[in-house]
């Protein structure tokens, strides 16, 4: 047991350690990242990975389907709707949920904006896609305007 514990509260230090490591690293590439709501050292890195640096994703829209986050039409008759694109980097469309998530909890503008929306006859799950989107289009303007 005793093996076990010194085992378990090395593996703490290193957590702790990896984790000051990428919140150094995230500060030093893009401090603005980690100042918006719900985005923590890991998130913010995983977005800078995926962007990977200035060119190479040409547009918000682009980073949206690189996410998986960009609508795809699925109307069927006179019903018009959207679901999310399901290709694209898959660890960068977690981050972003993980994001919209915590968001949905613990940000009020963004609790306001949910009501808003199910009071006009949203879906949960119209509202998440839409959440999503917006965050894509936010972490890569913030990361676009970073020197």
């Given amino acids: 047991m005793t093996a076990l514990a010194n085992h378990i509260r090395d593996l703490d230090r290193l957590l702790a350690t990896n984790l000051r490591q990428i919140r150094d690293l995230v500060t ?49 008759g006179r019903t018009v709707r959207h679901r999310l694109n399901r290709g694209g980097d898959r660890t960068l469309n977690s981050a972003i949920h993980t994001i919209a998530k915590s968001r949905q909890r613990y940000h009020q503008p963004t609790k306001d904006y949910i009501t808003r ?12 896609r839409v959440l999503k989107r917006y965050i894509a289009r936010q972490i890569w303007r913030i990361i676009q305007a970073a020197p």
């Fill in 117 to 128: 929306r199910i009071t006009e006859g949203r879906t949960p799950r119209e509202i998440t």
């Fill in 28 to 76: 030093a590439m893009c401090p603005r990242l980690l100042k918006q709501p719900g985005i923590g050292p890991v998130t913010a890195a995983v977005a800078l990975i995926s962007w990977s640096h200035h060119g190479r994703v040409r547009s918000e829209a682009a980073f949206a389907a690189l996410a998986g986050v960009s609508p795809v039409p699925a109307s069927s």
